[in-house]
């Protein structure tokens, strides 16, 4: 069975740090590009980050570019998220996903996600 | 990269069909064929439902289509049930290299 189980999250201050992880299981994890996407409760999806198979190519969206770095080990079959200089504004549940890559037809597709880790920044 | 904008709700009753538009820009709908829509019920995760405009992946029913005009993407949903009623989202590649994701259309099956 597919699993993807994000974990790390908690409450911070503002200007703290997080450290999310997304343990993996049932499917060749190396094979997959994975990606980060937040949900405020009660309102949409907003995309991240994306990290390639190898963990060579990273992508962010503007508003946390500089402040999170996305990462995996592939030997452990987990993604990172490391979340620096929080802010309120970055409250939301954290989702990974997993996206099979264009080789196979899917582009930027997430075909398999996690339940999620909630972050709260507040003081 | 503002978001894809999609209507905030559309309604209809089992067995008939509804559209969802996910309209976008010459930057990311309207330049590449890589969208998706996402079906997510209260308290869970999303479900992919369409990938590449109007690929199905295994196991979504074929009730399920997607389509794309220029800027915008669409969701058909057809012979409508109520097990549909849920929040839909779209989402599309970037010219920046980035995902962005529509604001969500709820559905509700009357």
Known sequence: EVQLVESGGGSVQPGGSLRLSCTTSGFPFSSYWMHWVRQVPGKGLVWVSRLNRDGSRTYYADFVKGRFTISRDNTENTLYLQMDSLRAEDTALYYCARDPGAEVGYNDAFDMWGQGTMVTVSS | ?110
């Open chain 2, 1 to 110: 990269q503002s978001a894809l904008t999609q209507p905030a709700s559309v309604s209809g009753s089992p067995g008939q069909s509804i559209t969802i538009s996910c309209t976008g820009t010459s930057s990311d709908v309207g330049r590449y064929n890589y969208v998706s829509w996402y079906q997510q019920h209260p308290g869970k995760a999303p479900k992919l439902m369409i990938y590449v405009v109007s690929n199905r992946p295994s196991g979504v029913s074929d009730r399920f289509s997607g389509s794309k005009f220029g800027n915008t993407a669409s969701l058909t949903i057809s012979g409508l049930q109520t097990e549909d009623e849920a929040d839909y989202y779209c989402s599309s590649y970037t010219t920046s290299s980035t995902v962005v994701f529509g604001g969500g259309t709820k559905l509700t099956v009357l």
